[in-house]
């Protein structure tokens, strides 16, 4: 396994609470992530459900504040661990990857109507963009949104949307590059 995807895995919370943190602002002002759709912990909306579940498969609309200096682009994860996978030890479900999102950007709306960055492969390896999640046999499942602050664009994963690119090469692909992080965890 890749050693940033490694740390991802195994260092998550500790990432979100230190990479957010700026040595330059008040404990009060960091680098945040958050849905208008979604409070902390809440229930995605029934617009961001698969249809199976009776929602329109759109992706949640996100905000964010405080992006240090020195950002030039962003990337964003969204990914659950399944039932029988460890953290640290096991790639997570990638349910939305998306990298190049420019540095000036505080906001997506839902569904991304304006196509801002560039997208990877489903959950599925199907196709490019945002899996809606479907709660299979009522369960709950809990999603976490990363948004990674960067120094420099990934170039790794070229400019254009690819179906071949996967969590772990995003995790690679911004290794060396995060300067700040903030995640939002929800729940299906």
């Not at 990638?94 to 492969?121: F, K, M, T």
């Not at 690679?172 to 903030?182: C, H, L």
Request: proline residues 7%; negative net charge.
């Amino acid at each position: 396994m890749r050693r940033f995807a490694q740390l991802v895995g195994k260092h998550a919370l500790f990432c979100v609470c230190l990479c957010g943190s700026m040595s330059n602002v008040s404990a009060d002002e960091q680098f945040t992530l958050f849905s208008p759709d979604i409070p902390e912990q809440g229930r995605l909306p029934l617009d961001g459900k698969c249809h199976r579940d009776g929602g329109k498969g759109l992706s949640p609309a996100l905000e964010w504040s405080l992006a240090p200096a020195g950002t030039q682009s962003f990337a964003l994860v969204m990914h659950h661990y399944p039932r029988g996978t460890v953290i640290g030890r096991d790639d997570p479900s990638q349910y939305w990857l998306l990298w190049n999102i420019p540095g000036d950007v505080h906001s997506l709306s839902s569904g991304n109507r304006e196509s801002l960055g560039n997208e990877g492969a489903d959950k599925d390896r199907r196709s490019v963009g945002y899996t809606p999640p479907c709660s299979p046999g009522g369960a709950t499942h809990s999603y976490t949104i990363t948004l990674y602050a960067l120094n420099a664009p990934p170039q790794a994963l070229g400019s254009t949307d690819d179906p071949a690119v996967d969590w772990a090469d995003v995790m690679d692909a911004i290794e060396g590059k995060v300067i700040a992080s903030s995640a939002l965890t929800f729940l299906n």
